[in-house]
């Protein structure tokens, strides 16, 4: 496979997107790629990771052929939204029928994402002055209109409480009692970015949320021991090189940490940079370090990010072999349901057969979150109802494992479990799969039904209720969790 870009047209002046090495990663330059032999004794070589960011969408049409229409609008999206996409992905895009492929859905920015009002902004700015940093501050606020951080996650970020030094933890959430998530700061890119992700802030170098090091994980840990996973997230932590992860997680075979069962992996390398666990230099020693934490008894379980059947190519398929076979990791699989992407059921029936018979287990379909260009992607809940309910008859109950539709929101975890007419009333039943308080988990509650609405904050109690049964209680775990941040703060002035 060729690289399809000079290096004239790469620019170093993008956005933040670099995670940042410590010296240990360097010892990495001084390994050698290799080529992977699969168990059906194919060669896979290795294709080295090279990103093309904005200023290279042209040359990737040029490259493939495509005279594209829109090309001005696409460079336009691509500073609001960062734009990042390597071989491997351009490798698997059809570009005879490029506007309608699912993976250049997912990774390429389209027209619509911004709205008229945004392209006009941009554009005056853009005739009105050069000075980069002005239109950067401009395009910076057309992006923190786009809400950047769903869900209340600052409301997530856990402390430790000393009487002599309380610590903010800004790079940890702790959300549901069991799991705490880790965002290191190496781990702050991915091999490309999905354009409807919601981290797009932190790909700029805004609102990070960012782990120095496994210094304050670990004490945390210590302090917290209900904590039962400890997930890590970024961004990709794939993107880390190995003596990184051994760091945060060999510690954690200590015996202090017994309480800590299971270590989860939230990556889209297997989609996006397979080569990661086959090819790259510390691949096998990344691979050894979960058959260590698992010969130790350690549960690890990659939780795959998968929104197309086309993702699963050759390449992602050994690389789940081998993580399974060699690397002692369970592999769950999730993702949103999206417009122009997987809004159907035999898409998710067809990928769920597959990561099945690959050895994959099915987990979540998430319904697109309130953030970034959710206009561009949305679908009513009806329609996720629809899509997670008939794509479930394409697979045998081992399927039935995956569980959704979901909206990942403020007060937790809520399922679109169905629609049914209760007491002469056309409602959603919902559930919440996870809770702020974890006595809301597993709790069912009736939404009038409203074949529009696209998220929980449209939708109307049921039977005349004047709220749902948790809001109340949602709001005052909020305001203590304020009450105690503003106390520790003053404490430390
Ligand atoms: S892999 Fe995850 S974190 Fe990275 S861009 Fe996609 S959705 Fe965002």
Known sequence: MQSIINKSTQKTNEVVDEAVYDFDDFKVLFKQPKSWTSSTGKTIPHLPFKKYLRTDIRSIFESNGVVD??????????????????QHIVDLINWDNYQKDP????????????????????????????????????????????????ANQSANRPFIDTDNEPEFIDGLQHKYEKIVLMFHKNAQTCHAYCTYCFRFNQFVGKDKFLEED??????????NKQ??????????????KVDTWKKVLLPLLSSEYDHVQTIRVGTKALSYHPYRFLTEPDADELIQLFRTLRNKGKHVSIMGHFSHYQELSDVTLEAVRRLREEGGATIRTQSPVMRHINDCPEVWGKM??????????????????????????????AKALYVYQNARKYVSGLGHTARGPSMSCGPGKICVLGRETIMNEDVFILKFLQGRNN???????????????????????????????????????????????????????
């Open 439 to 493: 006595d809301w988990c597993d709790r069912v509650f009736f939404a009038k039904y409203d074949e529009k609405a696209t998220w929980i904050d449209q939708l109307v109690p049921a039977f005349g209720d004047k709220q749902f049964f948790f809001v109340e209680e949602y709001n005052q775990l909020l305001q203590d969790k304020l009450n105690k941040y503003n106390e520790m703060i003053q404490s430390q002035t």
């Open 227 to 240: 904590v039962t996973d400890v997930l890590m997230t970024g961004g990709d932590p794939a993107t880390m």
């Open 352 to 381: 769920w057969n597959m990561q099945i018979q690959n050895g994959m287990i099915p987990y979540y379909m998430f319904i697109a979150r309130d953030t970034g260009a959710q206009n561009y992607f949305e679908i009513p809940l």
């Open 69 to 86: 229409p829109f090309l001005e609008e696409r460079e336009m999206v691509a500073q609001v939204f960062p734009f990042k996409i390597n």
């Open 103 to 150: 993976i250049f859905q997912l990774t390429f920015p389209q027209k619509e994402m911004l709205t008229d009002a945004d392209y006009k902004a941009i554009r005056k700015i853009k005739s009105e002055t050069n000075d980069r940093r002005i239109i950067a501050d401009r395009i910076s606020d057309i992006r923190n209109a786009k809400n950047p951080a769903p």
């Open 214 to 223: 496994h210094v304050r994980l670990h004490k945390y840990l210590l302090k």
